[in-house]
T-cell receptor, first 110, second 113 residues
Framework: RKEVEQDPGPFNVPEGATVAFNCTYS??????FFWYRQDCRKEPKLLMS???SGNEDGRFTAQLNRASQYISLLIRDSKLSDSATYLC???????????FGTGTRLKVLA | DGGITQSPKYLFRKEGQNVTLSCEQN?????MYWYRQDPGQGLRLIYY???????QKGDIAEGYSVSREKKESFPLTVTSAQKNPTAFYLC????????????FGSGTQLSVL
């Protein structure tokens, strides 16, 4: 089992739709969780950190489910500019490593 | 202008040649990382450094070498021992404590001639 797994997609959704991605992780003691956004051939950029209580930033909501070992990202009212690859990142305990998922590709269609 | 500077943006390597990718930061971050990304794949860790004059191998260190003589700089050398070097290379930094987010440079695309 991979340490961090994501559905590669692509998820093709119309503008204005709500879309959700999940990311599962194998190490139950993982400590920190992040969602990054990456455009084609660009560097990843932090979208949001994921906190135990869940957190929201505008149209984006992130949640953590420790019991089932997954994190989720919900995007409401999708925009064309949301088209990108979304990377899930997990940090195992006692290490400075960051484990990246392979990413989920989102295409928002006009 | 604060940030992470990677250079060059594009680099071509001949067979048997060593090449060095530059990563410089003025964020005063303690930790620096090198990742490799292949098309359609996630980022894989090559090397990381938590403090000056110290670095650790990541998951795919073979064929690569690094140095950390200054806090601001973490150059990556792709040696001739790396048989499949074509990839997008990303440098990242973070503040000293654990669980902080990573900041990335704009990347270097390395190709083999």
């Amino acid at each position: 089992r991979k340490e961090v797994e994501q559905d590669p997609g692509p998820f093709n959704v119309p503008e204005g739709a709500t879309v959700a991605f999940n990311c599962t992780y194998s190490n139950s003691a993982s400590q920190s969780f992040f969602w990054y956004r990456q455009d084609c051939r660009k560097e990843p950029k932090l979208l949001m950190s994921v906190y135990s209580s869940g957190n929201e930033d505008g149209r984006f909501t992130a949640q953590l489910n420790r019991a089932s070992q997954y994190i989720s990202l919900l995007i409401r009212d999708s925009k064309l500019s949301d088209s990108a690859t979304y990377l899930c990142v997990v940090t195992p305990p006692g290490t400075y490593k960051y484990i990246f998922g392979t990413g989920t590709r989102l295409k928002v269609l006009a | 202008d604060g940030g992470i500077t990677q250079s060059p943006k594009y680099l071509f390597r001949k067979e048997g040649q060593n090449v060095t990718l530059s990563c410089e930061q003025n964020l005063n971050h303690d930790a620096m990382y090198w990742y490799r990304q292949d098309p359609g794949q996630g980022l894989r860790l090559i090397y990381y450094s938590q403090i000056v004059n110290d670095f650790q191998k990541g998951d795919i260190a073979e064929g690569y070498s690094v140095s950390r003589e200054k806090k601001e700089s973490f150059p990556l050398t792709v040696t001739s021992a790396q048989k499949n070097p074509t990839a997008f290379y990303l440098c990242a930094t973070k503040k000293g404590s654990e669980n902080e987010k990573l900041f990335f440079g704009s990347g270097t695309q390395l190709s083999v001639l």
